[in-house]
């Protein structure tokens, strides 16, 4: 039960940077490229928001080849 918990909190981890990242990609563009449409920035979040819920059901499911530790990048596995 704790090795799930502690993949749960890698999983949170990797979407808070994950979603950081994008943030700081559609910001520099907005500002200093070209403005994005509001479509376009929800399609960007709805595919992350997507892509986030698969990896997690995957992940907790142990399907994917690398089951639950596939969430935790330092485990000696």
Do not use: D
Request: glycine share 12%; net charge positive.
């Amino acid at each position: 039960m704790a090795a799930l918990a502690i993949n749960v909190l890698w999983f949170l981890i990797g979407a808070i940077i994950l979603a950081g990242v994008i943030y700081l990609v559609l910001y520099g563009i907005n500002n200093f490229i070209t403005q994005i449409p509001p479509k376009v920035e929800q399609g960007i979040c709805f595919i992350y928001l997507l892509l986030l819920i698969i990896y997690l059901i995957t992940a907790l499911t142990g399907a994917g080849g690398g089951g639950v530790n596939m969430l935790r990048p330092f485990s000696a596995h």
